[in-house]
């Protein structure tokens, strides 16, 4: 359960840290509430190990991160069974960028430590640039793929989750003046 639970959060901040998706439907406007995602500030070995070990099925007593948002969002059968394999797509594209991302940091790491040549961490730096712009474009392939199966009534939900991860961080601030 605590894993599912942690890489549902993961998959979470993801989802909602990463640009706003469009769906491809006429008369359905979507604002742009999220933002591309800093992949910089990840922990890149902890994510890593937490995909690996992600399975979309739950056991039979866990209530499993996709049977929540299901609910959530009142999503149909089919929905739910393109939601994983969107799922397990985005996990299959995003693992070996992972592990090739944990490869080049500790070559960075072990290049800075011992005064390696300004141009080779360039390199490995401009490197791990490009993965991380895979694994956003990745990450917003999976959004704009799912968000296109949703109706206007899941789409709403899906958005107010969105603007409540937003505003999550603000709360502490309000509390203490009994503003809600």
């Known amino acids: 359960m605590k894993k599912t639970g942690i890489v549902f959060a993961l998959f979470a901040i993801l989802l909602m840290t990463s ?3 469009h769906a491809q439907r006429p008369g359905i406007k979507t604002p742009a509430v999220t933002q591309a995602p800093d992949l910089s500030k990840l ?8 995909l690996q070990t992600t399975t979309v099925q739950p056991s039979s007593e866990e209530t499993s991160p996709l049977q929540v948002v299901a609910q959530f969002l009142q999503l149909s059968p089919g929905q739910i069974t393109e939601l994983g394999q969107l799922l397990q797509e985005r996990q299959a ?11 080049l940091i500790q070559r960075l790491g072990n290049l800075l430590n011992s005064g390696g040549n300004p141009a080779q961490v360039g390199t490995v730096v401009i490197q791990i640039h490009a993965l991380q712009q895979q694994m956003a474009q990745a990450q917003q392939a999976f959004l704009t793929q799912f968000i296109a199966t949703l109706d206007r009534e899941q789409l709403q939900k899906l958005q107010a989750v969105q603007i409540a991860v937003q505003l999550q961080p603000m709360l502490p601030a309000f509390q203490p003046i009994f503003l809600f």
């Open 93 to 103: 594209t995003l693992v070996p960028l992972f592990q090739t991302a944990q490869a």
């Open 19 to 21: 640009a706003g998706a």
């Open 43 to 50: 922990d890149i070995a902890k994510i890593l190990q937490q």
